[in-house]
């Protein structure tokens, strides 16, 4: 059961994630109309919950995730579990609401390369469905193994 309810924080946390920074990337036009977010239900009456809302979601989930963490003895199928979870949570939930606040489309193919650390990764959306497979994969694995 804990393994649920850390599973389910991470992928929560990560749809929270994406709905604040693509709000905070996103053109006025964009603000105003999607259906995840909104500065302000005046201003955009049809989205879920507010900025604020969403990020007190992003806040809860992460302590909620911390606090049923602590209570695992750490295992390489815990660390899978988690690892795989999160690397699906980004590529599956946080690129695509992100993408789609701020472009109107899940999948968005013009974006530019990914630096990090001083390294310049090609980006594209094989790149990330195969970060989805591999998440997904490596979080069964360690969920199945860890039974």
């Known amino acids: 059961m804990w393994t649920i309810i850390l599973i389910i924080s991470i992928l929560v946390w990560a749809l929270s994630r994406g709905c604040t920074e693509g709000y ?3 053109t006025d036009e964009r603000c105003e109309n999607n259906r995840f977010v909104c500065g302000r ?9 507010d900025y604020h809302s969403w990020r007190y979601v992003e806040a809860i ?8 963490a602590s ?8 660390f899978l579990t988690i690892f795989g979870t999160y690397l699906f949570s980004i590529y599956a939930i946080y690129e695509r609401v992100l993408n789609k606040i701020v472009y109107d489309k899940y999948w ?3 974006k530019g390369d990914f630096y990090i650390f001083g390294f310049n990764i090609k ?3 094989a790149r990330e469905r195969f970060f989805i497979v ?13 039974l």
């Open 134 to 146: 591999l998440g997904l994969v490596l979080a069964l694995i360690g969920i199945l193994k860890g």
């Open 24 to 26: 905070k990337w996103a």
């Open 108 to 110: 968005y193919p013009q």
């Open 71 to 78: 209570k695992f003895e750490l295992s390489l199928w815990l």
């Open 123 to 125: 980006n594209s959306s």
């Open 61 to 68: 989930t992460y302590i909620v995730g911390l606090l049923v």
């Open 41 to 49: 239900f005046e201003t955009n009456p049809h989205a879920f919950l």
